[in-house]
Every structure is written in structure tokens, then in C-alpha cells.
């Protein structure tokens, strides 16, 4: 393992800039479609480097990609960078402290992730321009994961149709492939309109519409039993009608997210959901209406991209982490509880051990319980060969979108687990260059499963990002 190859030489040459900018972008924590600061720090690296840049991707204000080389197949590199409400927190201590109250923050690590693919696909760049290698690597700056499904949007509009393969990672407390097992789902709005009426004084001609919302959720709970084991239902009333008691609520609206395994289970599990939202308009004499707000579906799995890119991750080995990386994991633990030690342990499906941070690469074949949410790398996942690595970048227990990624999101350690994965999405892209029988048979792959069950976008035809106001 202590050999090295030329495309980690240059990922090592090239990543001062690239910490600099998960950092910068870590400063400006922006929630989904909003992120203007960030995908500007994102484009200035990219024209920086040479890149071929494309604005506003699938017209989304807050999407960037950028090209570099020619001719030859297409290998995209996907990133991320939008943060999440309420989790600001001051970075690199082991106590709970906001930076700001009630702020921003970067609590899934997508500073990380944007800037540790942007570092690899120039890497890549570099590689190719050395060494006369005909093909083009993209860098895609994709929004609003959290809450967005900006892909889904970006695959319904056709970005990807000319791309051969994509690969992608994310922060984790256990660095190997992330399985592709997730959740399909859509979330949609469920709006009941009855009539106001004085609540004392004339009852009778009121029609409730917070009722209504009160039964579906009665309703959606009985149906909870009799669903597939892996659904899942949740919701949250966006609108319960008014503050007053004694002002029948005339207008409510609740917002639910269905999940299931498989996209095509997914739409007759939402036609029961809707099935018991008109049944709590009948019983309340309301009426109702819907919309979708955003849908994506599961990632399909790619055995030979998979492969290929755990094959690198072992080449490379362990994230090289320190004594001092250790200690500080090590205080970080102690803000978690065993529970959720052990939880990252059972979802990684590796025997519990007493190191703070991760000194391993989890075998391919280990499946740990999984931990099912949904990703908008799924859509991207049916239209071409995907594969995603986990990288560690937090001590072993760090809940997902808490306070500790956020504070853990500019660590030294932090920073090498983002080099690291660089180096592997890397060399992965470059195996996927040259030597045709990768992409083969990822393609091939892709093709067999969506031959028997074909891609259908889970959005409505004329459904837009929803830019929150
Ligand atoms: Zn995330």
C-alpha cells in the first residue's frame, strides 16, 4: 500500500486550494436553491483551473458544471454544498455552540463533499492533459440535496444524457462503498379547504379543514400496519388553519413524505395515502387537493462501478489519520451515547472496536443493517452507471445532521478523509478512461436492470424546483 500512483501525486499537489474552499464554504452555510455564495466559490476554482463552465444547469440558478477534455467517453464527478436549518455550531470543539442562534450549518458535511469531487475531477483534468488521454471529465456543482431533489430535476432535464458513467461520495464515520440501498419517495402537500364559522355560535355551518388533517393522520396511522416492512410515512402540518379556537379553520394543509424500496411500489402506496385523505375530506364534508413537491427514487445498484471503486479505495488503503485525529474523535465521542456508537457499528456491519475514527476500509461484500434514506443520486443512479464512496470524516458515532458534523466539518481529519476520497473518485475515473471493459460492463449492467423495469421520473411533467421564498 505504500506505493503511490501519479493521480494521487496530483490530487496531494493540488489540494491546499480545495481545503480552502470546503472551508469557504463551510463560512457560508446556504440551505437548498440558495446557495449563491457557495456555487460561486465552486465556478471561481473552476475557472481556475481551465474548466468549460455551463451556468445554471437545468436552469437551476444554483447549479455549475464544468468540462475539461476532449473527445472520449464522459466521466462525471458529482458535488454537493447546500447546509442545513438550525445547525450552526462553532467549529473544532466538543461542546454544542451555535455560531449563530438558530443559523445555518454545514451538519451532512457537503462543504466536504463538494470540494473533495471538484478536487478530484481536476486531478483527472491534469491526468488526461499529461498523458494525452482522449475523454472529458465533468464536474457537476448540484444543489439542494437536502430537501431539493435538484438531480431529479437535473436528470428529468436531460444533463446527463450524454454522460458514461458518474461516480460520487459522501462524509461518513466509516470509510468503503455506501451501499445502494435507499428509499424511493415522494413528498406532497395535502390541502383541505371546508368553511369558517363561529365555533360557539354556529358550529353547524362550519367545516373543519384542520379536522380533516387530524383524521387523515388517524387514517395514515392505521395504514402504517398493512404497508410494505420498508415504507415509510411521515408528516407535517404546514398550516393548521389559524390561532383562534373560535374560527372554525376553514383552510389546513398537510405535508407528507411516502417512501418505499422500489419506485414502482412507491405510486400505488401514494394512491392509498390519497385514497385516506379523501376519505378524511368526505368524513369532514372538506374538500382536497395536492401537489408534489419533490420525488426521487432508490439508487439502483451497479455491481461493476461498485467494484471498481472499492477496488481503489483498498489500493489506497486506511485514511492516514493521526494521534491527534484520534484524541479529538475521542472527545467527540464522549458528547454521544453508546447507542449511537453502536448504531454506526451495526450500520456499517463491522464488528465494534475501540478506535475513535475509522482505520479501515469496510469489505464490499459486508452489509451492515442499513439505514434507509432517500438521495437524489438515485435518479441520476437509473441513467447512468453510478457508484458512491463513504469517506470518514468524523469520529465513529457522529449522528447524521447533528451539531458534531457540523463542528467536525473543518478538522484536519475532516480535510485528509476529503483528500483521501478525492484519490479514489480519481483513480476510478481514470480506470474508467482506459481501459474500455469498465465502462462495458457498468453500462451493460444499467442496461439489463432497466430493461425489465424502464426509468420513469418520479416528478409530475411540469413540476419546477421549488425555491423556497
Ligand atoms: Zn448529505
Same mark, same amino acid.
Given at each position: 500500500m505504500s506505493n503511490t500512483k501519479p493521480i494521487w501525486e496530483i490530487v496531494d499537489s493540488k489540494k491546499p486550494a480545495f481545503i480552502e474552499l470546503s472551508d469557504s464554504v463551510w463560512d457560508n452555510p446556504e440551505l437548498l436553491y440558495r446557495e449563491h455564495k457557495s456555487v460561486a466559490l465552486h465556478r471561481q476554482r473552476l475557472q481556475e483551473e481551465g474548466f468549460r463552465i455551463v451556468d445554471r444547469v437545468a436552469g437551476i440558478d444554483t447549479a455549475v458544471m464544468g468540462e475539461a477534455g476532449d473527445g472520449g467517453p464522459v466521466i462525471s464527478i458529482l458535488g454537493e454544498f447546500d447546509a442545513l436549518p438550525g445547525l450552526s455550531q462553532v467549529a473544532g470543539i466538543d461542546e454544542q455552540k451555535p455560531l449563530e442562534k438558530g443559523g445555518n450549518g454545514h451538519g451532512c458535511g457537503h462543504n466536504?463533499?463538494?470540494?473533495?469531487?471538484?478536487?478530484?475531477?481536476?486531478?483527472?483534468?491534469? #491526468?488526461?492533459?499529461?498523458?494525452?488521454?482522449?475523454?472529458?471529465?465533468?464536474? #457537476?456543482?448540484?444543489?439542494?440535496?437536502? /430537501?431539493?431533489?435538484?438531480?431529479t430535476f437535473m436528470v428529468r432535464d436531460g444533463v446527463f444524457a450524454d454522460v458514461d458513467a458518474a461516480l460520487s461520495w459522501h462524509p461518513t464515520a466509516f470509510s468503503g462503498i455506501i451501499p445502494p440501498l435507499t428509499l424511493a419517495v415522494t413528498m406532497i402537500d395535502f390541502r383541505f379547504s371546508g368553511r369558517a364559522s363561529h365555533a360557539a355560535v354556529s358550529p353547524h355551518l362550519g367545516r373543519s379543514a384542520l379536522d380533516a388533517v387530524e383524521l387523515m393522520s388517524v387514517g395514515v396511522n392505521y395504514l402504517r400496519e398493512h404497508v410494505p416492512q420498508d415504507a415509510r410515512m411521515h408528516y407535517a402540518v404546514l398550516d393548521s388553519g389559524g390561532r383562534a379556537p373560535n374560527v372554525v379553520q376553514s383552510e389546513a394543509t398537510v405535508r407528507y413524505s411516502v417512501r418505499c424500496l422500489k419506485s414502482a411500489d412507491l405510486d400505488a402506496l401514494l394512491e392509498r395515502v390519497k385514497d385516506v385523505a379523501r376519505g378524511a375530506a368526505q368524513m369532514t364534508g372538506t374538500k382536497v387537493d395536492w401537489n408534489v413537491v419533490t420525488a426521487m427514487s432508490e439508487v439502483l445498484d451497479n455491481p461493476p462501478l461498485y467494484k471498481l471503486l472499492h477496488k481503489n479505495m483498498m489500493e489506497l488503503g486506511p485514511t492516514p489519520f493521526d494521534e491527534a485525529d484520534r484524541e479529538f474523535a475521542c472527545r467527540m465521542q464522549a458528547t454521544m451515547s453508546p447507542d449511537d456508537i453502536e448504531a454506526a457499528y451495526l450500520g456499517a456491519g463491522v464488528p465494534q472496536g475501540d478506535? !475513535?475514527?475509522?482505520?479501515?476500509?469496510? +469489505?464490499?461484500?459486508?452489509?451492515?443493517?442499513?439505514?434507509? /434514506?432517500?438521495?437524489?443520486? /438515485?435518479?441520476?443512479?437509473?441513467?447512468? +452507471?453510478?457508484?458512491?464512496?463513504?469517506?470518514?470524516?468524523?469520529?465513529?458515532?457522529?449522528? /447524521?445532521?447533528?451539531?458534531?458534523?457540523?463542528?467536525?466539518?473543518?478538522?484536519?481529519?475532516?480535510?485528509?478523509?476529503?483528500?483521501?476520497?478525492?484519490?479514489?473518485?480519481?483513480?476510478?475515473?481514470?480506470?474508467?478512461?482506459?481501459?474500455?471493459?469498465?465502462?462495458?460492463?457498468?453500462?451493460?449492467?444499467?442496461?439489463?436492470?432497466?430493461?425489465?423495469? !424502464? #426509468?420513469?421520473? !418520479?416528478?409530475?411533467?411540469?413540476?419546477?424546483?421549488?425555491? +423556497?421564498?
Open positions: 466536504l463533499l463538494g470540494a473533495g469531487a471538484l478536487l478530484a475531477a481536476v486531478a483527472v483534468k491534469q #491526468y488526461l492533459a499529461a498523458n494525452n488521454i482522449p475523454g472529458r471529465v465533468r464536474y #457537476y456543482g448540484c444543489p439542494a440535496e437536502e /430537501g431539493g431533489a435538484a438531480k478506535a !475513535p475514527i475509522c482505520d479501515i476500509i469496510v +469489505p464490499l461484500e459486508t452489509r451492515g443493517v442499513p439505514m434507509l /434514506g432517500s438521495t437524489d443520486l /438515485g435518479d441520476v443512479s437509473w441513467v447512468v +452507471p453510478f457508484a458512491q464512496a463513504g469517506s470518514a470524516t468524523y469520529a465513529i458515532g457522529t449522528p /447524521g445532521h447533528s451539531w458534531q458534523v457540523t463542528a467536525q466539518g473543518k478538522t484536519p481529519a475532516a480535510h485528509k478523509g476529503m483528500v483521501h476520497v478525492a484519490k479514489a473518485l480519481a483513480a476510478t475515473a481514470i480506470d474508467l478512461f482506459t481501459d474500455p471493459v469498465h465502462l462495458e460492463a457498468a453500462k451493460a449492467d444499467l442496461h439489463k436492470r432497466v430493461s425489465s423495469t !424502464p #426509468y420513469v421520473s !418520479p416528478l409530475p411533467g411540469e413540476l419546477k424546483p421549488q425555491v +423556497p421564498a
